[in-house]
Each structure stands twice: as C-alpha cells, then as structure tokens.
C-alpha cells in the first residue's frame, strides 16, 4: 500500500452535474497531482498542487479545478459533466523540495467515475 | 515535445518464458525514466526509476535498462502473478509524469 487514499471509490453522475473527488496523500508528502485514466489508456496529467497552490497543469479545461489543503490533502473537481469525462481519476503524491520533480511518485487506488 | 511510446500493446507468454518490454521515448532533456505495473482497477504501482543510459535496476524477475532513445523491461522466467499492465513514463517539464499507453502482459501456467 502507498498510503494514498482516495474516495469515493466509484460513481456515477448524469451529464451537467458537478462532482468532487477527495484523495489524502502519503504522510510526509508535500506534493499532490491528479490524473485522468481513460479505459485502454496510460493517465494523462490534469494537474498538480504544491504547498496549496497550483504550479503544473496539463491539457485539460478550466472546468477541471483543485484545492490543496495545510494537512496536504486535496480535491479534484469537475463542474458539467461530459460523458468523455467518464474515467478512472488517479491521486498522487510526494515529495518534492522545490515544488519541482521530486521523488518517487505514488498512485491511489482511483475514483471510478461513470458520467450517463 | 515530450514523447512515450510502447511496444507490443499486448503480450502473451507461459510461464517460464522470458521476454522483454520496449519504451521509445523523445525528449528535450530526460528527468527520469520510470516504469510502473498497474493491476486490472487498481492504481498504477511503482517499480524503477532510471536517470542517465547505461543504467541497471533490478527486482525479483524484472530488470530494467536505458538507453538514449529506449527502456527496456525485462521479465525472466515469468509466472502468472505476473500478469498486469506495464506503464512506462517521462518525467515531464512540471514534476509531472507523461506516461505510455502500457503493454498488457499476460503469463499462462
């Protein structure tokens, strides 16, 4: 286990809603980055938050947004929902001095969402 | 523009039979190369980390190598438990990972 945690687990949402995914990250890790996992594809990076602020995004549009928290946990929102939205989201974390690449990265088990 | 690539997409070996997996990569300047297993619904697990060609790493029954253009994973004497999907990826420009579309291995007792 890598102690990140995520949740929920799985769920579905109807087209034009807005949901929220929460994910801790490993004790001791500073770093937090979420990223998008289509079936038969490799995740794709939609961001990443360092000391409660966001310093690297990747091709993804603003309805995509985040929040890092003081005790390093964070959230991923999605606002209007869209049916190619409909994927495994991934949390990571670790640790990074600078806010630049740092160690090892560590994946969660994932939040299945089902956009219908 | 940073660039992952892996071969074959899928691979079927028996048990015992050792192989190798490809990573071709482009990239302007390479922060890491890391390979990662990830199980059927379950979140990718890391594996290695690779810095400069040239280099080695090992565990258990895989080992994976670097050169300047390519990663190699390589899997000897395989057993089922073995069976996952392999991620390779880049470390990216923003401390993120740019990763491949994996290669699905599946060993047969």
């Known amino acids: 286990e890598t102690g990140v945690t995520q949740s929920p687990t799985h769920l579905i949402k109807t087209r034009g809603q807005q949901v929220t995914l929460r994910c801790s990250s490993q004790?001791?890790?500073?770093?937090v980055s979420w990223y998008q996992q289509a079936l038969g594809q490799g995740p794709q990076f939609i961001f990443q938050?360092?000391?409660?602020?966001?310093?690297g995004r990747g091709n993804f549009p603003p309805r995509f947004s985040g929040l890092q928290f003081p005790n390093y946990s964070s959230e991923l929102n999605v606002n209007a929902l869209e049916l190619d939205d409909s994927a495994l989201y991934l949390c990571?974390?670790?640790?990074?001095?600078?806010?630049?690449?740092?160690?090892?990265?560590?994946f969660g088990e994932g939040s299945w969402l089902t956009v219908v | 523009e940073d660039q992952v690539t892996q071969s074959p997409e899928a691979l079927r070996l028996q048990e015992g039979e050792s192989s190798s997996l490809n990573c071709s990569y482009t990239?302007?300047?390479?922060?890491?190369l890391f390979w990662y297993r990830q199980d059927p619904g379950k979140g990718p697990e890391f594996l290695f980390t690779?810095?400069?060609a040239g280099e080695e790493k090992e565990k258990e029954r895989l080992k994976a190598t670097l050169t300047k253009k390519e990663s190699f994973l390589h899997i000897t004497a395989p057993k089922p438990e073995d069976s996952a999907t392999y991620l390779c990826?880049?470390?990216?420009?923003?401390?993120?990972?740019?990763f491949g579309k994996g290669t699905k291995l599946s060993v047969k007792p």
């Open positions: 990239v302007s300047g390479l922060r890491g």
């Open positions: 990826a880049l470390g990216g420009s923003q401390g993120n990972l740019i």
């Open positions: 004790s001791g890790h500073n770093t």
């Open positions: 690779l810095y400069s």
């Open positions: 990571a974390s670790s640790l990074a001095s600078t806010g630049g690449f740092g160690n090892t990265i560590y």
């Open positions: 938050y360092y000391r409660e602020e966001e310093n």
